[in-house]
């Protein structure tokens, strides 16, 4: 839970307006895809008000060792291809379930019973979502 508190303590850049077709958001799920993630989805948030987020990508890992090398490969894909840091990330030590916030999109790497757990898509219903390939 302490990955969602997280996304509370931080303000939404809206000088930047992302798209299902935005550089990050498919370089993102590129990065998933190649190191074997699951049930890739993106939620876009951006109709919601309350919304911590334009989007949300989510998937799943089948073990720690391959959060971890999902969860990196992502990070180290958006600094090559788009320049861009984590604003913050989290997870890295538990390995259940690894967020990395770019402000306006948020990656989600979880292990698949904390994937049901938490059931991130049914907390946000009302978005739009896209499945993505694994």
């Given at each position: 839970?302490?990955?969602?508190?997280?996304l509370t303590n931080r303000r939404k850049k809206s000088a930047v307006r992302l798209t299902r077709s935005s550089?990050?958001?498919?370089?993102?799920i590129a990065a998933i895809q190649e190191k074997k993630g699951?049930?890739?989805?993106?939620?876009?948030?951006?109709?919601?008000?309350?919304?911590?987020?334009d989007f949300f990508i989510i998937c799943?890992?089948?073990?720690?060792?391959?959060?971890?090398?999902?969860?990196?490969?992502?990070?180290?894909?958006?600094?090559e291809r788009c320049g861009e840091n984590p604003y913050h990330h989290e997870g890295y030590q538990n390995l259940q379930w690894v967020l990395i916030?770019?402000?306006?999109v948020v990656v989600h790497v979880m292990?698949?019973?904390?994937?049901?757990?938490?059931?991130?898509?049914?907390?946000?219903?009302?978005?739009?979502?896209?499945?993505?390939k694994d």
């Open positions: 839970m302490e990955q969602l508190a997280v550089k990050i958001i498919k370089t993102i699951r049930q890739i989805i993106s939620l876009d948030l951006r109709k919601i008000n309350e919304a911590v987020a799943e890992a089948g073990s720690q060792p391959q959060i971890r090398a999902i969860a990196e490969n992502v990070e180290d894909k958006v600094k916030d770019y402000v306006n292990l698949p019973e904390n994937r049901k757990f938490y059931k991130l898509e049914e907390m946000w219903s009302d978005a739009a979502t896209e499945v993505h």
